[in-house]
């Protein structure tokens, strides 16, 4: 905004984001290409209010990201939800593999979702930390952002300011249908084009 001579302040971004970053990550949903079969799994910290919650996160094996959650909680019942809403996105299919650390609660969770046949029961877990870089790699364009905001005053706010994060990461990935990865004319056209917005 400064380079366009306009002086913006920094509350009136925030209510920007908090407005329209949920509504980039849901109008993007119908329009994502599909992912792969092979899911990397992990979560990783953000703080609200000076504590510290987790942001489950999960990419396929090349790196386009699958779906993501905040929880307040680290625990088998926080890694369920967070299957269950994976596997009900519209660009994800059902994984052949999940690959994960050696975090207690995914084995938990994945026989949950099996003895529900929520999940396949051929699916494999492999908890195998170094296979798991992908994703380990991936949270730093996450943490990059968040890192300098000194952590976020609510769990609404952080919730919805990682929505808008999450949904540009997918942008510029290339993720979206019609959108080419590295490409800001292309990606700033399909922003245009999904809010109506006159060029």
Not at 68 to 93: C, E, I, P, Y
Not at 139 to 161: C, D, P, Q
């Amino acid at each position: 905004m400064a380079e366009r001579g306009v002086e913006v302040d920094h509350s009136t971004i925030n209510r920007w984001v908090l407005k329209y970053a949920p509504e980039l990550n849901k109008r993007i949903r119908p329009r994502l290409n599909l992912t792969n079969d092979s899911w990397r799994v992990d979560e990783t910290y953000i703080k609200i209010k000076g504590k510290w919650k987790y942001l489950y996160r999960a990419v396929d094996s090349e790196g386009n990201t699958l779906d993501f959650m905040l929880s307040a909680k680290r625990d088998s019942k926080a890694a369920v939800r967070f299957f269950r809403k994976v596997l009900k996105a519209q660009h994800t299919q059902a994984p052949r593999v999940i690959t994960v650390d050696k975090n207690a609660a995914y084995p938990v969770a994945i026989e949950t979702l099996k003895s529900e046949e929520t999940l396949a029961a051929q699916t494999e877990l492999r908890q195998v930390k170094y296979l798991n870089n992908v994703i380990e790699q991936d949270h730093r364009s996450v943490k990059r952002i968040t890192r300098a905001m000194m952590g976020f005053k609510s769990f609404s706010s952080a919730r919805k300011t990682l929505s808008g994060i999450e949904a540009m990461n997918m942008i510029r990935r290339g993720q979206v249908k019609g959108v080419e990865q590295g490409n800001s004319v292309s990606q700033m056209k399909f922003i245009e084009s999904i809010f109506g917005i006159a060029a």
